[in-house]
């Protein structure tokens, strides 16, 4: 039976991935104009039954993160996985006239992704890591397999190039061989708590960050600051970040605020499993289980200074959001809402008083 499973809800219907190949770049989406290629935006409103009404009537939020695991017996455990959302009938990916596979898309596309997808050969896997999503853990795995880190416990600043394999530094033969032979995997988060974890880390802790985008953000965006040659960039508001998330080509996004389909373009490589960070301790498990990792090596535990985005707080970023940029927002990450099955966040005026 296929491993390709996608990860969803509490139904034990499950769905291979073979036939989530193949989409569409969800491509540039500036404020006012089409937020998707034409085609496939249409396809998704269309399917959603009118995507933006469901996000202002507050809809498509009742699905729930399950847990990734059935009633498994004994040995390898199998999570279970719902059917995508907004899936346009058969699956997005399997519309005509999507790229096929990784040769398909374009230069900069494929540039993209093979930056992001790490390979270990002594273990035949390739993991394509996202920003926010655990993947300085998952990096510090790959450190200890490898047998350049001692253990996932060992104290050390990460460093997030050496020690590892991309597959962007390979031939093209060889990367193909590994895309068809090896185990793939990838972990995805809810986008709007991706998004709201990477302007919190990278604006209120990062100073480079303040300095190269936070500055540009408040001069671009705040009335009466364009000129001034103080501003230190530690201050940018969650509306103007949004804002200037609206201006922004997908295609060329930093990387920790980049939609996941931008980053691993799940249509175009057939993962294997793709786990989610709502179950990231189980999920982890699983793949070390399938990968065939040595007992000792574990998925490290969450950091004592780590600060999670809770419920609470995304509730209250995105309910102090207007409205108009939320609706404005929302299409940008579409697909990650709809290709994971990720609800719409509800922010009505009656859920926003809670």
């Not at 455990?77 to 899936?87: A, D, I, M």
């Not at 795995?141 to 530094?169: P, Q, T, Y």
């Amino acid at each position: 039976m296929s491993e390709r499973l996608l990860r969803r809800s509490d139904g034990v219907r499950s769905v291979s991935v073979t036939s989530f190949r193949s989409a569409a770049s969800p491509g540039s989406v500036r404020r006012g104009s089409a937020v998707l290629p034409s085609v496939l935006t249409f396809l998704v409103i269309v399917a959603s039954g009118g995507l933006l009404l469901m996000i202002e009537k507050g809809m498509l939020n009742g699905v729930e993160t399950p847990s990734p695991r059935g009633n498994a017996r004994r040995g390898l455990q199998k999570p279970l996985f719902k059917e995508p959302l907004l899936t346009c009938g058969t699956t997005m990916c399997s519309q005509k006239n999507m790229p096929r596979s990784i040769w398909s898309l374009s230069p900069p596309q494929r540039k993209t992704v093979l930056q992001h997808i790490l390979v270990n050969d002594e273990y035949r896997f390739l993991y394509c890591y996202v920003p926010k999503v655990a993947c300085s853990n998952w990096k510090r795995v790959l450190k200890v397999l490898s047998g350049a880190l001692e253990s996932v416990d060992v104290n050390i600043k990460m460093d997030h190039r050496s020690d590892l394999l991309f597959l962007s530094s390979l031939k093209p033969e060889e990367i193909s061989y590994r895309l068809k032979h090896y185990f793939k995997f990838m972990f995805v988060r809810e986008p709007m708590e991706r998004l709201l974890s990477a302007y919190r880390n990278k604006f209120g802790e990062i100073e480079s960050y303040q300095k190269k985008y936070g500055v540009e953000i408040v001069r671009r965006y705040r009335k009466g600051r364009a000129k001034e040659a103080s501003l230190t960039g530690d201050d940018v508001t969650f509306g103007e970040f949004v804002r200037y998330l609206l201006d922004e080509d997908a295609e060329h996004m930093n990387e920790h605020w980049m939609p996941v389909y931008n980053l691993c373009q799940p249509c175009a490589v057939s993962y294997d499993f793709i786990g989610s960070y709502e179950h990231l301790e189980r999920d982890s498990d699983y793949v070390l289980q399938r990968i065939g990792a040595p007992p000792f090596v574990r998925f490290p535990e969450r950091q004592t200074w780590y600060k999670p985005v809770t419920t609470e707080t995304l509730h209250y970023y995105l309910c102090t959001l207007p409205q108009k940029l939320l609706r404005e927002l929302l299409p940008k990450y579409i697909l990650d809402f709809s290709l994971f099955a990720y609800p719409l966040p509800n922010t009505t005026i009656e859920h926003c008083r809670h």
